[in-house]
C-alpha cells in the first residue's frame, strides 16, 4: 500500500437531483455548496443520455463513450477529494439499457438526469489531494 489517511465520520446527506441536470456538476455542486472535502458518494436512478470516460492506458488519454438512449443508473460509487484546492468527485458508474444489459465507467460531464437519488458521506480529515501520477498519467491521491 503506498500510503492511507484515516478520515473521521461527519454525516450523511440523502437528496435529489434536478431532472434535466448533469449528473456530475449536481453532486460536486452540492459537495462545493456545503464546503465538503472529504468524502462518499453513491447514486442511483436513471439518465436521458450518458457519457462515460475510458481511459486509454497506452496513449494514456480518456477516451469518451457515448450513449444516446436511456439508460438506469444501477450503481454510481465515488469518492470527493481535493484538486488544485477545489473539491472534485471522482465517480465510476454502471448504467443499464432497456435489455439490462450494462455499461461502465469513468463517470464525466453530459450525464442527463431524468432522476437521481444520491447519498453523499462527509469526511473530516486531512486533506487529500489529487496530482500528476507519473507512473499512470492520471490525476492520483498524493501523501502532500
Ligand atoms: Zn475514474
Request: overall charge negative; charged content about 20%; glycine content about 14%.
Given at each position: 500500500?503506498?500510503?492511507?489517511?484515516?478520515?473521521?465520520?461527519?454525516?450523511?446527506?440523502l437528496?435529489?437531483?434536478?431532472?434535466?441536470?448533469?449528473?456530475?456538476?449536481?453532486?460536486?455542486?452540492?459537495?462545493?455548496q456545503?464546503?465538503?472535502?472529504?468524502?462518499?458518494?453513491?447514486?442511483?436512478?436513471?439518465l436521458?443520455?450518458?457519457?462515460?470516460?475510458?481511459?486509454?492506458?497506452?496513449t494514456?488519454?480518456?477516451?469518451?463513450?457515448?450513449?444516446?438512449?436511456?439508460?438506469?443508473?444501477?450503481?454510481?460509487?465515488?469518492?470527493?477529494?481535493?484538486?488544485?484546492?477545489q473539491?472534485?468527485?471522482?465517480?465510476?458508474?454502471?448504467?443499464?439499457?432497456?435489455?439490462?444489459?450494462?455499461?461502465?465507467?469513468?463517470?464525466?460531464?453530459g450525464?442527463?438526469?431524468?432522476?437521481?437519488?444520491?447519498?453523499?458521506?462527509?469526511f473530516?480529515?486531512?486533506?487529500?489531494?489529487?496530482?500528476?501520477?507519473e507512473?499512470?498519467?492520471?490525476p492520483?491521491?498524493?501523501?502532500?
Amino acid at each position: 500500500m503506498a500510503f492511507y489517511k484515516e478520515m473521521t465520520h461527519r454525516g450523511y446527506y440523502l437528496g435529489k437531483g434536478a431532472h434535466g441536470g448533469d449528473l456530475l456538476g449536481e453532486i460536486t455542486d452540492f459537495c462545493k455548496q456545503r464546503g465538503i472535502t472529504l468524502g462518499r458518494v453513491e447514486a442511483l436512478g436513471a439518465l436521458a443520455c450518458a457519457k462515460l470516460g475510458y481511459y486509454n492506458q497506452n496513449t494514456r488519454k480518456y477516451e469518451t463513450l457515448t450513449f444516446d438512449q436511456h439508460l438506469e443508473i444501477t450503481n454510481l460509487v465515488g469518492n470527493v477529494s481535493l484538486k488544485d484546492g477545489q473539491p472534485i468527485v471522482h465517480a465510476h458508474v454502471t448504467l443499464a439499457d432497456d435489455k439490462g444489459a450494462a455499461f461502465g465507467g469513468h463517470l464525466v460531464g453530459g450525464c442527463e438526469i431524468f432522476a437521481c437519488e444520491f447519498m453523499v458521506q462527509a469526511f473530516d480529515g486531512p486533506e487529500l489531494n489529487r496530482g500528476l501520477d507519473e507512473q499512470t498519467g492520471l490525476p492520483l491521491w498524493n501523501e502532500k
